[in-house]
């Protein structure tokens, strides 16, 4: 049978709160990041959007019943309840 190891206590990374006293240090702005230098992307003109979808879209039967449970109350209040 073997030995137990003995374990370090897991300590959090650096830069997350130390105490009770800075629970709340997401109030706090982040700290500035210096700007990078990256490419400069060139505008290559106006951007062209295509409208491929049909005419009717297809949905199925599971996507019919999340809609329907999403929306139930303003479907209700559109169509009345169902008989």
């Known amino acids: 049978m073997a030995l137990p190891r003995k374990r370090r206590p897991r300590r959090a990374p650096c830069g997350w709160s130390e ?10 702005a982040p700290p500035q990041r210096a700007a990078s230098r990256g490419r400069v992307i060139k505008d290559s003109g106006p951007i062209v ?13 599971a996507e019919l019943r999340a809609i329907e449970g999403h929306l139930r109350k303003e479907l209700d209040d559109l169509f009345g309840p169902l008989p």
Do not use: A
């Open 49 to 61: 959007v295509t409208d491929d979808w049909p005419e009717r879209v297809p949905i199925g039967d």
């Open 19 to 28: 105490g009770l006293e800075d629970l709340h240090d997401y109030m706090r």
